[in-house]
Nanobody
């Protein structure tokens, strides 16, 4: 089973920045479509950003122009650079690795945007 470990969450003021990282175990990272999701208590998990094996990206409308997803296949790592953070960006952010036949999730990292 693939293991995903997120890091980089924390408390930040509105307008601030954070960079999330997700390290994926194994040797197949370059074959995965990687995504970041977030979940607020009591709500469904929602897609924030995704990146294909070839580097194509997509974003939720709410984060376009503020968030950037990227990947480093040599380090088995996907990143989410979050700028101009807003209180509504608060939530638990999860990393997802998708491949033919299934997907795996990390344990999540808390992001809190508050003054």
């Amino acid at each position: 089973q693939v293991q995903l470990v997120e890091s980089g969450g924390g408390l930040v003021q509105p307008g601030g920045s954070l960079r999330l990282s997700c390290v994926v175990s194994g040797s197949m990272f370059s074959m995965y479509r990687m995504s970041w999701y977030r979940q607020v208590s009591g709500k469904q998990r929602e897609l924030v950003a995704g990146i294909t094996r070839g580097g194509d990206t997509n974003y939720a409308d709410s984060v376009k122009g503020r968030f950037t997803i990227s990947r480093d296949n040599a380090k088995n790592t996907v990143y989410l650079q979050m700028n101009s953070l807003k209180p509504e960006d608060t939530g638990v952010y999860y990393c997802n690795a998708a491949r033919c036949g299934g997907a795996d999730w990390g344990q999540g990292t808390q992001v809190t945007v508050s003054s």
